[in-house]
């Protein structure tokens, strides 16, 4: 799986909050943050409107790099 880095800019005293519970762990910072962050991107995966979204960016960026998209099969309801 491909990583990312992320930076992002927090007020003080949230982050003296989350920096204190680190130190009371023994973990760093990241440790702390990151379980949080990756509960709520599974939760936002399973959102229909996310999934859409993810879809028009990867069709975006196919048409721009001159490839075609992998499009869901098409689905036929009964009539």
């Not at 003296?16 to 990241?30: R, Y």
């Not at 048409?63 to 869901?72: E, F, Q």
Request: no cysteine; aromatic share 2%; proline share 5%.
């Amino acid at each position: 799986m491909a990583h990312r880095q992320l930076n992002i800019r927090l007020d003080a005293a949230k982050f003296d909050v989350l920096e204190a519970a680190a130190f009371i762990d023994g973990v760093s910072l990241p440790e702390i943050i990151r379980p949080v962050l990756d509960a709520l991107a599974s939760e936002l995966a399973a959102d229909p409107t996310v999934q859409l979204a993810l879809r028009a960016r990867e069709e975006r960026s196919a048409t721009r790099s001159g490839k075609l998209a992998r499009l869901p099969a098409r689905q036929v309801e009964d009539m």
